[in-house]
């Protein structure tokens, strides 16, 4: 007899998921997924990198017990985010106007502070960049917002739409919330100039917006510090201000979940204020955070030989990354010399709006088993020393 889960329709699949999952169904051993949203290797392979391996043999010299963490998370993790959000030694840190508490993962950082926001500027319409990271809108959406977006992406000088994206700031409502993507944007891979960065923060201090800075990507633009000097402008500039930041992609710790959410308030009463009430929203929702992944970062980045090696791992990420995106595009020079790739050089982080149409990613597919999402994002961190001449040649015969 029907129940009232009876009438509950499919809820779509997820784009992302989907390629994953027809990659997988793929029996050509050459197939190659350009798909995925995560680091690998040049042997394909997702890292576990060094830094954390010895982080958790430490950990495992003195086993502690598992027990609850508090609701904000490890006191070690949360300074040790701080110092890397905002820089160590920022006055911001030294005059305690900022709060972090260790979320599960960014998406986790992105919907406390949505919650957070919910409970107190209800009214607020969110705004994203257009495109965005394809949660972005719906997870503000379950937290009840609309969700609008701002020009950002420019198909025709493969940049940003600059002057739009800062006219469509300048028309929001006053309190609106705007989502910025620190560094590294995603799907499109193009940012904007720290000069630029400049004029959208003087829009949204005269606008009385609300910036939250989503930063997934720490260190795989220019550098840990250069990549996080944006959020120090913002703490410059005063006015309220939100930073969800990933550990994921860092660390290579997809799995263990580890991100964190900062805010940051007038004066330290101020402060003490907003983590009581970020807590509250924490502990309706799951409680408190896991263990592992915190203690593993908060090792990592206050031990100063694992730093090191941290910072030096993640250099090698950010090198290999900026070497395919050069071979990538020298190598189409030479098959397809009539189109101009050389945009790719120029786009920083994880992935590339490749400017591929829909019909040559679906010929990818079909004809060489090589997968992309729909909209030509590819994953620059997919393509490896071994993979590169298939992809080349197979971009050459679908243009
Ligand atoms: N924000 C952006 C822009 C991302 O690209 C991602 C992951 O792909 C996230 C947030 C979520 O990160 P996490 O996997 O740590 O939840």
Known sequence: SATIFSAIDMAPRDPILGITEAFNADT????INLGVGVYYDDNGKVPLLACVRKAEELLMEQPAPRTYLPIEGLAAYDAAVQELVFGAGSAIIQEKRAVTVQAIGGTGALKIG?????RFAPGSSVYISDPSWENHRALFESAGFTVNT????????????????LADLKAMPKGAIVLLHACCHNPTGADITPAQWD????????GALI?????????FGTGIAEDGAVVGKFAAAGGPLLISNSFSKSFSLYGERVGALSVVGASAEEAARLLSQLKRVVRTNYSNPPVHGGK??????????LRQLWEDELAGMRVR????????VQ??????PAHDFEFVREQVGMFSYSGLTRQQVERLRTEHSIYAVDTGRICVAALNSKNIDRVIDAIAKVL
């Open 321 to 328: 990354i900026k070497e395919m995106r050069n071979t990538f």
């Open 114 to 118: 949505a919650d957070f926001l919910q």
């Open 28 to 31: 050509n051993p050459a197939k």
């Open 296 to 305: 593993v970062v908060a090792l990592a980045l206050t031990t100063p030989e």
């Open 211 to 219: 910036p939250f800075l989503d930063m997934a990507y720490q260190g």
């Open 331 to 336: 190598k189409l020079k030479e098959k397809a």
């Open 199 to 206: 004029e959208v923060i003087a829009a949204i201090g005269a």
């Open 150 to 165: 701002y020009r950002y992406y420019d198909a025709a000088t493969r940049g940003v739409d600059f002057d739009g994206m």
